[in-house]
């Protein structure tokens, strides 16, 4: 079975369903039905900040009944040493954070609307926008 890693502004797409996006990411995520998607620690925190800020809890109440849907990945010391090599590169701390954890994960794609990160590795990240 796949593994695809959702980049944090694909979840807020889904979540809040964004006019444009969430109709496209709905029938991408339907056309991989069979695979198993997954986020990290780094998307929850990345995607509450506002609810919480905003004291919306019907709105923290969505994103963490979508979060516990999905396999929340953990950021471990080896996570953050290979996400130095993304830095490198160029790529800014919680994209490399992401992708590094992807990596980790074994992740068979990188889903985000990031043309930037599209461009890293274009049979890997995939920009489904």
Not at 91 to 114: E, M, R, S, V, Y
């Amino acid at each position: 079975m796949p593994t695809i890693y959702l980049d944090s502004c694909l979840v807020i797409y889904l979540v809040e369903k964004h006019p444009e996006y969430y109709p496209k990411l709905l029938q991408k995520i339907e056309q991989h039905a069979d695979s198993n998607f997954v986020v990290s620690s780094l998307t929850a925190l990345e995607v509450m900040v506002k609810p919480k800020k905003d004291n919306n809890a019907e709105l923290i109440a969505r994103y963490q009944s979508f979060l516990d849907q999905f396999q929340v990945a953990g950021i471990n010391d080896s996570v953050m040493l290979s996400a130095i090599d993304y830095r490198l590169v160029g790529i800014k701390t919680p994209d490399a954070i992401h992708l590094a954890c992807a990596n980790h994960l074994g992740c068979d794609q990188f889903w985000t609307n990031d043309n930037r990160l599209a461009q890293v590795d274009k049979d890997w990240i995939v920009n489904v926008c």
